[in-house]
């Protein structure tokens, strides 16, 4: 029950934070200039912070879940952060995890272990008029990947509707070649959730969604 109790605040803290941003300070090109005029207390579940970063910090985030610690708990105190001061914050309460930007994007994944089908080249991706789960599920379907997914062993589950996509809504996208992870980015960023995460499971089996649950 105390742990609930302190999840339950951070997350109120962190509701806080939401609401306090400005839509000009929202709009400032470099989201790591950004700063929040308040304290940013949070004390509960890594992947549900993660996946609210990207309403504060107007960034897209991935989270590759460690396999062998499904679920961890981070804690932070700050004051004004900066984006970086929160994902510092948050691989230094859970240091199984470390965290980069790369083209753009922020990248959450195991110090070690972490999942090489992502890292499948892919020639190009291009869908249209499809939610998250549709886009997620043909993205997944492409030869290239799924000649890597026969040569690990791996199983994709199927992807349902998630927390963080709009009910109903359609987008399209296209890239000009890649990785499976810069395809995931770009699908997270174009349909507005700007979040998503990989999870293993025994048996070779492994989930991406838009949910931090």
């Known amino acids: ?26 709009q400032q090109t470099s989201a790591s200039k950004i700063q929040l005029p308040v304290v940013f207390r949070y004390d509960g ?16 985030i991935g989270l ?3 396999a062998q610690q499904p679920q961890s708990r981070v804690a932070f105190d700050l004051l004004n952060p900066t984006l970086a001061d929160v994902l ?4 230094g309460s859970a240091p199984r995890y470390q965290w980069r930007e790369s083209d753009g994007f922020i990248e959450v994944f195991p110090v070690t272990g972490s999942s090489l089908l992502l890292d499948t080249l892919i020639s190009g991706f291009r869908t249209s008029d ?14 290239e990947v ?8 791996l199983k994709g589950r199927a992807v349902a509707g998630t927390s963080t996509e709009k009910k109903g ?6 890239l000009e070649g890649g990785t499976l992870r810069q395809a995931l980015h770009k699908i997270a960023k174009d349909s507005g959730g700007r979040f998503w995460v990989l999870r293993n499971y025994s048996g070779g089996f492994f989930s991406i969604s838009t949910s931090p649950w």
């Open 64 to 66: 590759e879940v460690d």
């Open 146 to 153: 799924q000649a890597n997914m026969r040569a690990m062993s």
């Open 169 to 174: 809504e359609k987008f399209s996208v296209t």
């Open 130 to 143: 499809v939610d998250v789960a549709g886009a997620i599920n043909q993205l997944l379907n492409l030869p």
């Open 88 to 91: 510092n914050a948050i691989v």
């Open 1 to 26: 029950m105390t742990g609930f109790k302190k999840l339950t605040v951070g997350a109120v803290v962190l509701t806080i934070c939401l609401i306090s941003i400005s839509p000009a300070k929202a």
């Open 45 to 60: 579940e890594m992947a549900s912070v993660l996946a609210h970063l990207p309403e504060i910090y107007g960034v897209t």
